[in-house]
């Protein structure tokens, strides 16, 4: 089966990808010794004390970035099949993409005009 | 590929039942994004490289990235976790028995092709030939849909945040 024959590069970076972070964190604890006390098990060992866990809960302009790279990915998403048929296509639709863009480019510069990009 | 299947349903399985199981919810998310690779993966197996692609950009990495988004900003410390009590316990076992009893009695009646076409060669090229050939109208439409969906999006968590 050809078609598949190029997923096998697929499984074995995945598989490299998978076996290299398991295999550090498993030689981490296998090699280093282990001694915990309260105030080494703090995030930070210097600086401020921590206030609190990962249940703080964050602000919420972090969600109007979410937001923005959901719409993006899926214009990506559009981009994929374009790019692939390109050369078949012609100049029609390349200016058809370039409208496409360019209409969410209008709602990138809303998000710009009226300052959402801005950390305040 | 029976091997290849074999590991794609273990892999969704084991991510939709620790969606199920964890008792964080961040973990929950995590899970998904397990499950939403092994639905991608079933995708590349049938030979649709382009909805694989589509699986893996837009649930595990657009919606899975929402998903963990509303929940670091919705949480709180002093929030009940959900145990693992009795109760819990019926109502999943029962809404996945209904879930199974309902597709099982479906799956029964339908007749399913045993033997699948072979895929398309080059089918995310054809994809994108049907895209600026007959398409060529509704895949404008969609960008008209996105730029409402972010301009909408934009004004409600502005108002929700309270700024500027």
């Known amino acids: 089966m050809p078609y598949f024959l190029g997923y096998t590069y697929v499984a074995v970076f995945l598989l490299f990808g998978i076996l290299i972070p398991v295999g550090a964190l498993l030689a981490n604890r296998l090699l280093a010794p282990r001694h915990p006390d309260p105030e080494k098990l703090q995030a930070y060992e210097c600086g401020l004390a921590t206030p609190s866990d990962n249940t703080l809960p964050y602000n919420v302009r972090y969600y109007i970035f979410a937001l923005l790279f959901v719409v993006f990915d899926v214009e990506t998403i559009f981009l994929y099949p374009w790019a692939v048929a390109f050369n078949r296509l012609g100049l029609f639709a390349f200016v058809e993409m370039i409208v496409f863009i360019g209409i969410l480019v209008v709602g990138l510069v809303y998000a710009w005009k009226k300052r959402l990009l801005e950390w305040l | ?164």
Do not use: C
């Open chain 2, 1 to 164: 590929m029976p091997e290849a299947f074999g590991i794609l349903t273990l892999a969704t399985l084991g991510g939709a039942l620790g969606v199920v199981l964890a008792t964080d919810v961040v973990h929950s998310a995590y899970f998904l994004v397990l499950a939403f690779l092994g639905v991608a993966g079933y995708y590349f197996l049938l030979g649709g490289e382009f909805v694989g692609a589509v699986q893996i950009l837009i649930y595990a990495g657009a919606v899975a990235v929402l998903f963990l988004f509303a929940v670091m900003l919705t949480r709180r410390r002093a929030d009940p976790v959900w145990g693992r009590s009795p109760a819990r316990w019926l109502g999943v076992g029962g809404a996945a028995a209904l879930l199974a009893w309902l597709l099982l009695t479906h799956l029964e009646r339908h007749p399913w092709p045993t033997k699948l076409p072979p895929p398309a060669p080059h089918n995310t090229a054809l994809i994108g030939k049907a895209l600026f050939r007959p398409f060529v109208v509704p895949f404008e439409v969609v960008s008209v849909l996105l730029l409402a969906a972010l301009v909408g999006a934009l004004l409600l968590a502005r108002k929700e945040g309270g700024a500027s």
